[in-house]
């Protein structure tokens, strides 16, 4: 009999305390044909893991906000090429940095970057020029824009953001704000404002704040009763801690240092981009709706054709997030999956939480998944875990 190497991996990870605990659901055109987990929820508590434990999707958020936007889309509410100033005016004239700026504060591709310079003094120098066109909802989702997506943008951001915002009131600020590169001109991670502005884009054209249309129009349609931005008292207790590694052994993070989840969202502050909290059994349902062209259950939600543009479809300038790998409509595309040497067959697409979770489609073989798991220190879509996860499945049903 052959083993069940997807099991003997994942409980390697928990027993080598590389996770607390995790969760696996496979399909292969729709149909589950793997269901696992593994640890603990909870270690102190001896919580074990199950189906209905809720996870802090983080950035797994972003393919529900790319499953709404597309639905609009396909319902002729908005265009994929239409200007956000259409929408939010204040995004019409735009100020661009003339000099790129990394993450890490280096001038990109400037090799005379004066050692030392914090952001701040960066900043102070920094020159602009004008957009030479304005942002697009195809910008947006695939993650050129220039908005928020390099360290001045991010740091303006969040020198304006207040945790009392609800989407309406922190974007006008971002407005304000300039773009890190030319809209279409480039491309890296956009972590809050691109999807962000297209929930708010959501809530202005169906006159719902961003939670309620996505009740009406994504969760209750797949029936999904466990994806929420605000927990009940019985999805809180259901809640798996997050852990981060402190010399080889996992540490408890306490819900009010995860950095993700409190105050905004008790404000009402719906982030489309990383605020929703959902079980597994959950997300499965959004996954197969994508899996299986728009369906899940017998339920359509969005038409074949609709979903195909998600990883057809691609940026102004089709330019790659890391080699081999370039953005669809929301989601990442493994074009040549060799390049960076991840194990998934080419055209596999999906995307990741910042602790863990992770979801991808494979559509020429109809092989899906979604993975939870709550590591706050795990490297989101550059996941080791999620690495393997892709490995052990790939490796089992199209070995």
Not at 145 to 168: K, Y
Request: glycine share 12%.
């Amino acid at each position: 009999m052959k083993t069940d190497r997807i099991n003997e991996e994942m409980q390697k990870l928990v027993d080598m305390q590389e996770m607390a605990g995790g969760a696996l659901i496979v399909r292969h055109h729709g149909k589950e044909v793997y269901k696992g987990k593994w640890g603990y929820a909870d270690i102190q508590g001896k919580k074990p893991v199950d189906y209905n434990t809720m996870w802090l999707l983080c950035s797994m958020s972003k393919p529900i906000t790319a499953a709404a936007v597309m639905l609009l889309i396909e319902q002729g509410k908005m265009g994929l090429d239409d200007k956000i100033s259409q929408y939010i005016p204040g995004f019409k004239h735009m100020r661009v940095c003339a000099k790129r700026v990394g993450v890490d504060g280096s001038y990109q591709p400037d090799p005379h970057h004066p050692e030392g310079m914090t952001i701040p003094e960066i900043l102070d120098g920094m020159e602009y020029v004008d957009a030479k066109r304005e942002i697009t909802v195809r910008d947006l989702l695939t993650h050129s824009s220039g908005l928020g997506m390099e360290a001045p943008g991010l740091t303006f951001m969040e020198r304006v953001n207040s945790h009392e915002d609800v989407l309406a009131t922190r974007i006008a600020k971002w407005t304000n704000c300039p773009l890190d590169f030319q809209p279409g001109e480039g491309t890296g991670y956009s972590p809050y404002a691109s999807m962000e502005i297209l929930g708010h884009i959501a809530e202005l054209i169906s006159g719902y704040d961003y939670q309620t249309f996505l009740k009406k129009h994504i969760f209750e349609p797949l029936g999904i009763r466990d994806i929420t931005f605000q927990l009940s008292e019985d999805q809180h207790e259901r809640l798996a801690c997050l852990y981060k590694g402190e010399n080889g052994k996992l540490e408890y993070v306490p819900e009010k240092d995860n950095g993700l989840w409190g105050t905004d969202l008790e404000a009402g502050y719906f982030s489309g981009a990383a605020g929703m909290t959902g079980s597994i059994e959950d997300y499965d349902k959004i996954t197969t709706m994508f899996a299986q062209g728009g369906i899940y259950n017998g339920t359509r939600l969005l038409k074949e054709e609709t979903v195909r543009m998600i990883y057809e479809e691609r940026g102004e300038r089709a330019l790659d997030l890391v080699p081999g790998v370039r953005w669809g409509l929301g989601m990442a595309v493994f074009y040549q999956p060799s390049a960076i040497g991840i194990h998934v067959p080419e055209g596999t697409y999906g995307w990741s939480g910042a602790y863990g979770t992770h979801m991808f489609i494979h559509p020429d073989s109809g092989i899906s998944a979604t993975f939870a798991m709550n590591r706050a220190d795990i490297g989101g879509s550059a996941s080791p875990i999620a690495r393997k996860v892709e490995e052990v499945v790939f490796d089992r049903f199209l070995g």
